[in-house]
């Protein structure tokens, strides 16, 4: 089982531009979740799905949209990034316990 | 707001030295309890969970939490360190499924 992917594991964007972050989990989860982590401030929760089909938003969803096509998906975009959205993107699917991505960092120029 | 708190964003042991991290949360209703570990440029891995079992949890590579409810409180010890120990450590509350909050972090420095 490769757990939980990201990609990509780097990017840089200008101000403005669009971009898809992908998430991709094997082990059948139902939830998943996109998280952003910032220095001194842990993880927040950008959007979370609880299933195909569905998604919601968690604590900081503003400039963040997601879809949840496939079950073993969950993509993570932003229309028009902002330096504010420079951070690092962690996502994580639930079991038992939730288990975590390798991260995306990301910086807007 | 549910929230968690780490106490010190930075601690530092030495070699073989008792490690202490606290975790304090806030709800009156005890949820699910985690302690992870972050290695730099990694993702997040569990190290240990309270889920109303026991009240002592024992994890991985040697670390333990207790969850003391009159404090509200799931702090982190390991007995001794070792300089593979280092990396930062992130507790969180799992309020339900879709609601896990995290603390800000505490970043382990252990010097030989």
């Known amino acids: 089982n490769a757990g939980v992917t990201q990609t990509p594991k780097f990017r840089v964007l200008k101000t403005g531009q669009s971009m898809t972050l992908l998430c991709a989990q094997d082990?059948?989860?139902?939830?998943m979740y996109w998280y952003r982590q910032d220095p001194g401030m842990g993880l927040r929760l950008i959007h979370y799905?609880?299933?195909?089909?569905?998604?919601a938003k968690g604590e900081v969803p503003d400039g963040y949209n997601v879809s949840r096509l496939k079950k073993q998906n969950f993509l993570l975009g932003l229309e028009s990034a902002a330096p504010s959205q420079t951070s690092v993107y962690f996502c994580?699917?639930?079991?038992?316990?939730?288990?975590f991505g390798p991260g995306t960092r990301l910086t807007v120029t | 707001a549910q929230s968690v708190t780490q106490l010190g964003s930075h601690v530092s042991v030495s070699e073989g030295a008792l490690v202490l991290l606290r975790c304090n949360y806030s709800?009156?209703?005890?949820?699910?309890l985690f302690w992870y570990v972050q290695y730099p440029n990694q993702g997040l891995q569990l190290l240990l969970k309270y889920t109303s079992a026991a009240t002592l949890v024992k994890g991985i590579n040697g670390f333990e939490a207790e969850f003391k409810k009159s404090e509200t409180s799931f702090h982190l010890t390991k007995p001794s360190a070792h300089m593979s120990d280092a990396a930062e450590y992130f507790c969180?509350?799992?309020?339900?499924?879709?609601?896990?909050?995290f603390g800000a972090g505490t970043r382990l420095t252990v010097k030989p």
């Open positions: 969180a509350a799992a309020y339900n499924n879709n609601d896990m909050r």
């Open positions: 799905s609880v299933g195909e089909g569905t998604t």
């Open positions: 082990m059948n989860h139902e939830y």
């Open positions: 994580a699917s639930m079991g038992h316990e939730q288990y």
């Open positions: 709800s009156s209703v005890p949820p699910y």
